[in-house]
């Protein structure tokens, strides 16, 4: 009774393909593979290479350091420090400022999870009443917290501002805090409570800020249409890192005249207010200038990638024509005994 039904698909008898490799399909494919992957290899690789970028690792660990009275900062705590570099070569396009940390792992299971996705997206009834996911972070002194979650409790805090030196006069870069964000997120996945747009104190009434927060969500910036759960800084940091070293955007700076650079080569000072912690976990906070190109930022694993395999599949070509010329054509048959 258990017997498939006498048909081509559960018989197995559907018509099939099976390629058969011989030595005239196989050389071809890997010599044309290798032509075709160490060109492009080649090109990404030149123009990542192009691409500017300078770090400043400002954690502090070193005695030396001027950040390194910032070193044991706490939550509740503010340092200032400051320091000065030198930009030996110049940044001609527009220049994205990122900041980096290390030995943060975003990627955690349950620190993913821990964010209302219905809160962050102006959803009143979760606003007063945080997904479960949220715990320990979901309510404080008995009032739901707003953002609530490990990943918005933990929000990148430092200030950056940037200044170029010139006769010893400071002079501020203009940092853009808008366009930073991705557009589904500010558009789509993140939307302040329903209500008066313009009064969203009125709109978070009854909440209360994030545990390790200085003030609450509706005061993040002065501007409306950055503000609360719309506020770009805000948005970058809920879209978790994949590996435990990474960067996010944090400001841009445009280029204003096509026949300046962005950034002249020369002195410069970073002004930090050393907000957020990460000695205790042996992490490292970083500072990152960098330009792009049409592939994006710097990523010389790409193009070494391409290299790598189109070196392989050539090699291999070379290495099975000379197998195949030397012992293709010798006569496979031998003599049985009787």
């Known amino acids: 009774t258990r017997k498939p039904d006498n048909t081509a698909f559960k018989q197995q008898r559907l018509p099939a393909w099976q390629p ?3 030595a005239g399909t196989v050389l071809p494919a890997f010599f044309i593979i290798g032509l075709i992957f160490i060109p492009i290899g080649i090109g990404i690789f030149v123009t990542s290479n192009n691409i500017r970028e300078y770090e400043i690792d400002y954690t502090g660990t070193e005695p030396l350091s001027p950040c390194n009275k910032c070193l044991n900062v706490s939550w509740d705590s503010t340092c200032t420090c400051t320091i000065n570099f ?3 070569h110049s940044f001609e396009s527009n220049v994205f400022m990122y900041y980096g940390l290390s030995n943060f792992y975003q990627n955690h299971r349950r620190y993913v999870k821990s964010r209302d996705d219905s809160q962050l997206n102006g ?3 979760s606003l007063l009443n945080p997904s479960k996911e ?3 972070y979901r309510t404080n ?5 707003a953002p609530c979650g490990a990943i918005a409790n933990s929000m990148f805090n430092d200030t950056l501002e940037l200044y170029r030196i010139d006769n010893d006069t400071r002079i501020p870069i203009t940092l853009i805090k808008k366009g930073i964000a991705w557009w589904t997120d500010k558009n789509v996945k993140f939307r302040n409570p329903t209500g008066d747009g313009n009064n969203l104190t009125a709109l978070f009434q009854g909440t209360t800020k994030p545990v390790n927060w200085r003030k609450p969500v509706y005061m993040l910036d ?17 879209r978790t890192a994949a590996l435990p070293t990474f960067r996010k955007l944090y400001r841009l700076i445009e ?9 002249q080569a020369g002195k410069y000072s970073l002004d930090i207010v050393y907000n957020y912690p990460v000695h205790s976990f042996d992490g490292r906070k970083r500072m990152i200038l960098s330009t792009i ?22 090699f291999l070509g070379v290495v099975l024509l000379i197998i195949h010329h030397r012992y293709g054509n010798r006569n496979t048959s031998a003599d049985i005994p009787n």
């Open 293 to 314: 190109s049409w592939m994006g930022g710097k990523n010389p694993f790409l193009g070494i990638a391409y290299i790598t395999v189109g070196s392989i599949c050539f």
């Open 123 to 125: 959803d009143n009834s």
């Open 141 to 145: 002194k008995d009032k739901p917290i």
């Open 255 to 263: 280029r204003k005249d096509n026949l300046q650079p962005t950034l």
């Open 134 to 136: 949220c715990e320990p």
């Open 222 to 238: 002065s501007e409306p249409d950055n503000n609360g759960f719309i506020n770009e800084d805000f948005i970058v940091w809920m």
């Open 86 to 88: 030198t930009l030996d």
């Open 20 to 22: 058969i490799l011989t």
